[in-house]
């Protein structure tokens, strides 16, 4: 295990310690908008600037971006991406699904460790580039299914641009017709993680943020999975536009976004 992983499993639990401890004992004065529909706690920056801290100890050179507003220049050419609470808002009202999620990308784009924490389970997901996927310390894989009726996938709902909603919609209804389920529990790392251990088929999701999927793209493919935006590309961190399968359902999710979405919706 590299220094890297290491640091960021100890970020991820350090932050994740003090999710666990906060759960459940919010007040309103802990709650603040940022945006219509998208909410920031007390616990979230907290636990961004545990993470911040406990990376900058090690690796001083690296920038930071974090979800909450952090950005610390470096000098590497590498970046720490983090979401210190992703699934907020069932955070904020006490439903079990969130996570902790921090990659390290290259300054060439290229995902080389990612870490995902589910602090109530204890949970821990986590990955090096071309070492595999590990679920509390034993390797996984994604699921060998290619049967569309037997598929449970994940997704989530547009919480504040509602420029593409009718494509969207239309793809929950042609997936949900021809598969055995989908779910929509709230936090794309974790959704990520359990296509990565074989909970989940596949997830798709559009307009996500980098702190999103950095960590669970890289989880994902590390399990033996596929992951590309709504082309069929590679650029899913800019665009926020993402796909990731067992890799055997994949060119099939991906024409039925294609169909509603159209051909070069990144």
Same mark, same amino acid.
């Given at each position: 295990m590299t220094k890297e992983l290491i640091t960021?499993?100890?970020?991820?639990?350090?932050?994740?310690?003090n999710a666990r401890r906060s759960f459940g004992k919010l007040s309103a004065s802990h709650i603040s908008l940022k945006d219509r529909n998208d909410f920031v706690t007390v616990v979230d920056k907290r636990c961004e600037q545990l993470a911040i801290s406990a990376i900058r100890k090690r690796f001083p050179y690296d920038s930071v971006l974090g979800e909450e507003g952090s950005l610390e220049e470096g000098s590497s050419g590498r970046q720490w991406v983090i979401d210190p609470l992703d699934g907020?808002?069932?955070?904020?009202?006490?439903f079990p699904t969130f996570a902790i999620s921090i990659a390290l990308v290259d300054e060439?784009?290229?995902?080389?460790?990612?870490?995902?924490?589910h602090p109530l389970l204890k949970e821990l997901f986590t990955a090096e580039r071309g070492r595999g996927t590990f679920y509390n310390n034993r390797r996984v894989h994604v699921t060998k299914n290619f049967r569309s009726e037997r598929l449970l996938l994940a997704t989530g709902f547009p919480y504040k641009d509602y420029e593409h909603l009718d494509s969207y919609l239309n793809v929950f209804k042609d997936v949900l017709k021809d598969t055995a389920g989908l779910r929509r529990p709230?936090?794309?790392?974790?959704?990520? &993680?359990?296509?990565?251990?074989?909970? /989940?088929d596949g997830f798709f999701?559009?307009?996500?943020?980098?702190?999103? #999927? *950095?960590?669970g793209a890289l989880i994902v493919?590390? &399990?033996?999975?596929?992951?590309?935006? /709504?082309?069929?590309?590679?650029?899913?961190?800019?665009?926020?536009?993402? #796909? *990731?399968t067992n890799s055997k359902i994949h060119s099939w999710?991906?024409?039925?976004?294609?169909?509603?979405f159209g051909y070069n919706f990144g």
């Open positions: 960021a499993i100890e970020a991820v639990k350090i932050a994740g310690k907020t808002l069932n955070f904020i009202h006490s060439s784009g290229d995902i080389l460790v990612g870490a995902i924490y709230g936090s794309a790392s974790l959704d990520l &993680a359990y296509t990565a251990c074989g909970r /989940f999701e559009y307009n996500l943020k980098k702190w999103d #999927i *950095a960590a493919r590390e &399990a033996g999975g596929m992951v590309t935006d /709504f082309k069929g590309d590679n650029g899913f961190l800019e665009s926020g536009n993402i #796909i *990731a999710l991906l024409e039925k976004v294609q169909q509603h």
